[in-house]
Antibody, heavy 121, light 110 residues
Framework: EVQLVESGGGLVQPGGSLKLSCAVSGFTFSGSAIHWVRQASGKGLEWVGRMRSKTDNYAAAYGASVKGRFFIFRDDSKNTAFLQMNSLDTEDTAIYYC?????????????WGQGTTVTVS | QSVLTQPPSASGTPGQRVTISCSGSSPNIERTTVNWYQQPPGMAPKLLMYRNNQRPSGVPDRFSGSKSGTSASLAISGLQSEDEADYYCAAWDDSLPGWVFGGGTKLTVL
């Protein structure tokens, strides 16, 4: 079964940093992109960013609201991805989801994790 | 203000057909394909439709998608109580570049 499990969320002060992890199981993650999407309480979905696979030169792209502050990393040997969040603001408070896919959906937002909550206060 | 525009709410009775629209522009919907996501209350989103009209394995054929120009739509026929959820459209936007989501449509089954 394909599964993504986020961890690392918690309470952080404004201006602080936090690193989220996303453990992927059930398929070979190395050939797929990893996306991060967030959702503030009672609000819609906001794309945070994505990193493609080694085949696509680990190309990264980020949403305007996080560009220059958030960075995506991946360790394909451990089937794990990370979201490094710096200079956090109260506006970054949200549930953070990691998403990946396989096959024809390897670059798409297919399978979602259950999310981890980040509170900036 | 979302780049993609969806109606905030939609409703229908069991068995009815409901359509949810998603309006975009040239850098996004017109140039690429649209995905749809279903998010039941308190749960993570789930991919419902990809490449405009492709259903992932396990999604009932009551769900269908289409795209024309700068707009896309999701249709749900034979509405069921379990379809009550928030629905989001998403597409890649060349001008940003990045993925953009619609603001979401809350579907109520009356």
């Amino acid at each position: 079964e394909v599964q993504l499990v986020e961890s690392g969320g918690g309470l952080v002060q404004p201006g602080g940093s936090l690193k989220l992890s996303c453990a992927v199981s059930g398929f070979t993650f190395s050939g797929s992109a990893i996306h991060w999407v967030r959702q503030a309480s009672g609000k819609g979905l906001e794309w945070v960013g994505r990193m493609r696979s080694k085949t696509d030169n680990y190309a990264a792209a980020y949403g305007a609201s996080v560009k220059g502050r958030f960075f995506i990393f991946r360790d394909d040997s451990k089937n794990t991805a990370f979201l490094q969040m710096n200079s956090l603001d109260t506006e970054d408070t949200a549930i953070y989801y990691c998403i990946s896919g396989q096959g024809e959906l390897r670059n798409d937002m297919d399978v979602w994790g259950q999310g981890t909550t980040v509170t900036v206060s | 203000q979302s780049v993609l525009t969806q109606p905030p709410s939609a409703s229908g009775t069991p068995g009815q057909r409901v359509t949810i629209s998603c309006s975009g522009s040239s850098p996004n919907i017109e140039r690429t394909t649209v995905n749809w996501y279903q998010q039941p209350p308190g749960m993570a989103p789930k991919l419902l439709m990809y490449r405009n009209n492709q259903r992932p394995s396990g999604v009932p054929d009551r769900f269908s998608g289409s795209k024309s120009g700068t707009s896309a739509s999701l249709a749900i026929s034979g509405l069921q109580s379990e379809d009550e959820a928030d629905y989001y459209c998403a597409a890649w936007d060349d001008s940003l570049p990045g993925w953009v989501f619609g603001g979401g449509t809350k579907l109520t089954v009356l």
